[in-house]
């Protein structure tokens, strides 16, 4: 019976060993490994062997990408505006080793790290320049705050700043300062489209007094070649009459004379405020001599037009 426990005893050590020395590593995760206490070497994800007794298990490091929330902390700015900032850091170990032995707490050291060069960065800034030019900050604090992080092993991949509370009557300020700016910016568009406005009804009289003027003068055109050809025929007519006289026919200038007569009677006849209209004897004589003034007018020009033959 003794030495069936004892052999039992040996094969459950030897299980034990056995499974002391296999080690199975999650992905994402890296495990350091320890010999009395000293660094050997960091284990990869998957199966891996140590020996037992003699090398252990030292830090689980999470080599995935991390976030960490930064917690809100009032800044005072350049311009002595004081601020509540908030903000997430996102981070990935690279060197598991580095990260263990370099750094007591990684996470807690980059949290009180990233925190401090918020309040250097934002501190130094106006609030305008803050409230405006987020990237910028976000840039200049990745910058640093993974350069300081380098030596623990660790890549700063992102830094967000998610808040950026000013005092509430700071606040105030800027909400009037903002509208009074949109009223600004109202008055020189309604300036402005009054402007467009007068230059257009400007630009429209000139172009109607444009072609009011085109008008008249093409309207003083027509009207003097009218007259023209008016005063051609009057000379041509006046040639007739004369040449009829120096032909020896005294009735063309009667028809000229008895023509300028009833063309006087008939403007006087016509004119709007003539309501009664009395006429000498000589002119009911020539209104009764009308159809001899037709005769008269044949043979006058009649006669002239033979001579010309």
């Known amino acids: 019976m ?13 299980l ?30 998957g199966l891996n062997l140590i020996i ?20 809100s902390q009032e800044v005072i700015t350049h311009d002595n505006a004081l601020i509540t900032v908030d903000g997430v850091v996102f981070y990935q170990v690279l060197d598991s080793a580095k990260a263990s032995y370099e750094v007591r707490d990684l996470e807690q050291a980059t949290l009180n790290l990233t925190m401090t060069n918020i309040r250097t960065v934002m501190g130094g800034m106006d609030l305008d320049d803050l409230l405006s030019n987020r990237d910028s ?36 300020s800027m909400g009037r300062q ?4 949109r009223e600004k910016r109202a008055n020189i568009l309604d300036a402005e489209g009054f402007r467009q406005a007068a230059i257009l009804k400007a630009e429209g009289e000139k172009q109607a007094k444009i ?21 051609a025929a009057e000379a041509e007519a006046t040639r007739l009459v004369s040449d009829a006289i120096a032909n020896g026919n005294a009735q063309a200038i009667n028809y000229f004379i008895a ?15 003539q309501k009664t209209l009395i006429l000498p004897i000589e002119a009911t004589s020539i209104l009764g001599s009308l159809q001899g003034i037709a005769e008269v007018a044949k043979e006058a020009f009649g006669a002239g037009g033979g001579t010309k033959r």
């Open 2 to 14: 003794g030495p069936l426990i004892v052999i039992v005893v040996l094969v459950l050590l030897v």
């Open 16 to 45: 034990i060993t056995l499974l002391a020395g296999v080690k199975s590593v999650s992905q994402g995760y890296e495990w350091t490994q320890e010999r009395f206490g000293k660094y050997q070497r960091s284990l990869k994800p």
């Open 52 to 71: 037992p007794y003699i090398d252990r298990i030292g830090r689980r490091v999470n080599m995935m990408e991390q976030v960490l929330d930064v917690p």
């Open 137 to 172: 900050i976000n840039a200049r604090l990745l910058a640093v705050v993974d350069e300081a992080t380098e030596p623990w092993g660790v890549k700063v991949t992102r830094i967000e700043v998610k808040d950026i509370r000013p005092p509430a009557d700071l606040v105030a």
């Open 178 to 181: 903002m509208k009074a700016e």
């Open 211 to 231: 072609l009011s003027a085109e008008g008249r003068r093409q309207a003083t055109f027509l009207e003097a070649e009218a007259r023209e050809r008016e005063a």
């Open 259 to 273: 023509q300028r007569y009833v063309d006087a009677l008939k403007e006087i006849a016509t004119a709007p405020n």
